[in-house]
């Protein structure tokens, strides 16, 4: 393979590092680990004997990253906005739910990558981290937390979106006899309906393409449709898209 | 800073604490303004102002006031400098930048409440502002809410005047504002033991015009191709402008332009091609206070306009310069402010076309609309603004925060990730 044509993009996530590699207008290989004080290292040592055109990176480690190796750094923004575009070209409308964050982008239909987009701020409650917590306090894995809550159409009634308060409350409510997959139904109800009001400001033409790690949970992606009326798109590995996004703006 | 522990000693105030918050303003502004490259090398002296805000200032109003003169603390650019001035009196802006202030106001005060009224409130209450002590009259005004309950409060600290700005700008507005101006007068006469004279007055009028020229200038220069100045450096001669001697003030001003026309003509500009321009706008950013600017041009923008009250709010209009009676050039000065477009109005028709107006005299790429963190009035405001500009094809961000650094994280990927879109 003409070493010209190889072009890396990482995704430097709080929680997951995501590496992709992309020639000849396709991933042919990629890579997912736990974002540790390491990282870098980690990093390097995957990419040792690979020629690369050019690279970059995205996400809170990019410019820690421009400094160690040699590549571009571009916002998890647009190169979210340049994946999902790629994986999905009808889509209009983003949401990408990661380990600290949630965003939500329009994409544009000219030459720009997105036209705008919403954040959560400073919270973790609409997160990925959220569901984690709250998975860990029911006991449940990650992937069991979300087909429990499948399971049930019973739901509890939570008051507060805030991770720290929520935990007490769940606890309680562990203690008065709760059904666990009722109340792990309601926690995903939580993030749905934070993220509702993000997503619901834009006018979106087009597909939704749920992107990051949450969508891999049915529950949720459920939930989420629902109150948005509308269908929405997941691709075959939704946590890569990001990093895709970071290879293609290496190829730009 | 250390040189001048007598002075603030001698004034009562907590030195140790006073060095501490301003040792971090000054960390602050090494990291940001000192550490930007190739800077004109007029802007020394508004170096020094930032700096002396805290020494050489303080000591030079200690020494009007033993020469009889008044020092009148303010609080917004609504209140007109013009009456102070004519009466011999020292008029300065003391709105607190600082976020190491704010633990202090909120011993008091609600968390959610503005940074700006916060530090401001927490520097009076933290013995650590140089200007608390000295400080002959303290003037508020009726903007926002969080500004009017906090006058109640530092009213209780010493003589204390409160100017009502009305909230619409009709007829019966005018006169209210225009009876404010003359009252407000009154009591300045009665501060300073002094009759306030036609001819001053028109001196006075004539100076403050000389300033706004000055900044108008400064801001006509930032519309070049390649601006010959950073935003952040604008921003410190406007921090400049609320504090420093105005005569002299002026004339370093009238200096830097100068020498800025040179640059302008050698073609010596701050930023490479096609960087981004960028406007902010919105709600100001007081002396200690560079995070917005720092932000944007760290990530490769310049900031070429600010349509804040550290921007052209301030300097925008001049005062009819009649001269004369004296009657007739209080309803100047009063005129003269009533076409400031602060949010806390409604409506405010006014403000949305001047953003509209200043991006294009200025061909921006794009807007930054900045709002600190609980000020309702810009907050809400945003929404009006940020579609009239989508009309005009200007694209525009809101950004809200507030004085700390642990969102800088966050805001660095927003404000970066608007700069991309932006590059199309
Ligand atoms: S924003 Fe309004 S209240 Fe604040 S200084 Fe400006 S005019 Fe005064
Ligand atoms: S920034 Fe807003 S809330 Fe704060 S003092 Fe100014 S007008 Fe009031």
Redesign the interface.
Same mark, same amino acid.
């Given at each position: 393979m003409a070493a010209t044509d190889l072009f890396l993009g990482l995704d430097l996530g709080s929680r997951t590092t995501k590496l992709v590699e992309m020639a000849g207008g396709k991933v042919i290989r990629f890579d997912i680990f736990d974002t540790t004080h390491d990282s870098i290292l980690k990093v390097r040592a995957r990419l040792d004997r690979r020629d690369y055109a050019r690279a970059a990176a995205a996400g809170y480690g990019r410019y820690l990253t421009s400094a160690h190796l040699d590549c571009r750094v571009v916002t998890e923004i647009t190169a979210c906005a340049l994946g999902a575009r790629f994986i999905d070209p009808a889509a209009g409308l983003v949401i990408d739910i990661g380990g600290q964050d949630s965003k939500v982008i329009q994409l544009g239909n000219g030459s720009g990558a997105f036209t705008e987009f919403e954040m959560n701020d400073r919270c973790a409650a609409g997160t990925g981290r959220f569901l984690e917590v709250m998975a860990r306090l029911l006991g449940f894995s990650l992937e069991e937390f979300g087909r429990a809550a499948c399971e049930t159409d019973e739901t509890v009634a939570l008051s507060s979106m805030c991770t720290v308060f929520a935990e007490s409350e769940v606890i309680s409510l562990l203690a008065s006899g709760c059904d666990r997959k009722a109340i792990a139904r309601a926690l995903h109800q939580s993030v749905a309906d934070r993220i509702f009001p993000l997503a619901a400001r834009f006018d979106a033409r087009g597909d939704i393409l749920m992107a990051g790690g949450v969508a891999l949970d049915p529950c949720f992606v459920d939930l989420l449709a629902t109150k948005l009326c509308r269908p929405i798109v997941v691709p075959p590995d939704p946590q890569l898209v990001t990093a895709v996004g970071a290879a293609l703006a290496a190829a730009r | 800073m250390a040189g001048h522990d007598e002075l603030l000693k001698g004034l009562g105030l907590d030195v140790e604490l006073h060095h501490k918050i301003f040792d971090s303003i000054d960390r602050i502004f090494r990291k940001t303004v000192l550490a930007q490259k190739d800077r004109p090398g007029r802007m020394a002296y508004f170096d020094d102002v930032i700096h002396g805000a805290h020494g050489a200032r303080v000591q030079e109003i200690v020494e009007r006031r033993a020469a009889g003169d008044k020092f009148i603390g303010t609080f917004c650019i609504y209140v007109p400098d013009e009456l102070i001035l004519a009466l011999g009196a020292v008029p300065m802006a003391l709105c607190g930048g600082t976020s190491l202030s704010i633990p202090y106001a909120e011993k008091v005060l609600p968390r959610d409440i503005c940074p700006l009224v916060k530090s401001t409130l927490g520097l009076a209450l933290s013995n650590t502002c140089p200007y608390g002590p000295i400080e002959d009259l303290a003037v508020g005004e009726t903007t926002c809410d969080a500004k009017k309950k906090t006058w109640d409060i530092l009213a209780a600290g010493g003589d204390f005047h409160v100017l009502e700005v009305p909230q619409k700008k009709g007829p019966r507005d005018r006169d209210l504002w225009h009876e404010e101006v003359v009252q407000f007068k009154v009591r300045l006469e009665e501060t300073t033991g002094r009759t306030l004279e036609p001819e001053k007055l028109a001196a006075a009028v004539r100076l403050m015009n000389r300033k706004r020229r000055a900044l108008a200038r400064l801001n006509e220069l930032r519309k070049e191709e390649n601006p010959p100045l950073s935003g952040l450096d604008a921003l410190v001669v406007m921090q400049g402008a609320l504090v420093d001697d105005p005569l002299r003030f002026s004339e370093r001003l009238e200096a830097l332009n100068e020498e800025l026309e040179d640059r302008v003509r050698r073609g010596l500009g701050v930023v490479p091609a096609g960087a981004k321009r960028i406007m902010v706008s919105g709600c100001p950013s007081v002396m200690g206070n560079w995070k917005l600017h720092h932000l944007i041009e760290s990530a490769g923008a310049v900031v070429v306009c600010d349509e804040t009250c550290t921007g052209t709010r301030y300097f925008s209009a001049l005062v009819e310069e009649r001269g004369g009676d004296l009657d007739a050039q209080i309803a100047a000065i009063a005129a003269r402010y009533l076409t400031i477009d602060c949010s806390c109005f409604s409506p405010n028709d006014e403000r949305i076309a001047s953003v509209v107006r200043l991006a294009r005299d200025h061909h921006v790429d794009g807007v930054v609309q900045y709002v600190l963190q609980y000020c309702h009035t810009y907050n809400v405001e945003a929404v009006r603004v940020a579609s009239a500009l989508k009309e005009a094809g200007v694209p525009s961000i809101k950004i809200?925060t507030d004085y700390s650094e +642990?969102?800088t /994280?966050?805001l660095r990927? *927003?404000v970066?990730?608007f700069l +991309? /879109?932006l590059s *199309?």
């Open positions: - | 809200v +642990e969102d /994280g966050q990927i *927003r970066e990730a +991309e /879109g *199309r």
